[in-house]
């Protein structure tokens, strides 16, 4: 049998619009949980502005509301994404949330984090969730059952 790309993926896209040059979460809401994926694949795609992008990060939690978070991955770099269109990538395992299994008490949730040289830039953020834990079939708009 073959499964469909949406049997395979979750997608999770968020907007970034900061209105500061710190580093800041993309979202407080926006904090993926990876209990039953393997994988993720962030994209960071400038939507507005044509400033450098100085950080781009990767930190995960326990906790869902993003307490006590750390660095998993980081990519920095005055050259991207720097203009509309232009786009960076970074990716997660399993294995890279602190070590431990992601469906006990370690870090289980994760949270793009960027700084900006300009408060007006923007970005969209694109969570891509691969390799899931447990197969789906059926999945629907509000359900999905876990496969025998």
């Known amino acids: 049998m073959s499964l469909k790309l ?3 993926v979750k997608i999770v896209v968020a907007d970034h619009d900061p209105n500061a040059t710190t580093s ?6 926006t904090w ?3 209990s039953e994926y393997h994988r993720c694949m ?8 044509s400033d450098n992008t100085q950080i781009f990060r990767i930190d995960g939690s ?13 990519r920095t770099g005055s050259t991207d ?12 395992t399993s294995d890279d ?22 408060a007006t830039d923007e970005w969209q953020v694109v969570y891509i969730l ?3 834990r447990y197969g789906k079939t059926a999945l629907t708009a509000g359900a999905g059952a876990a496969a025998t």
């Open 81 to 92: 994404p720097d203009a509309t269109g232009d786009w960076a990538m970074l990716e997660v």
């Open 6 to 8: 949406s049997e395979e």
């Open 32 to 34: 993926v949980d990876m």
């Open 62 to 74: 326990a906790a869902l509301a993003g307490t006590s978070a750390a660095t998993l991955k980081t």
């Open 130 to 132: 691969s390799s899931p």
């Open 42 to 49: 962030v994209l960071l795609i400038k939507s507005v502005g």
């Open 97 to 118: 949330l602190a070590g431990q299994d992601s469906t006990t008490s370690g870090v289980r949730y994760i949270s793009a984090v960027v700084k900006t040289a300009a």
């Open 24 to 29: 800041a979460n993309v979202s407080s809401t």
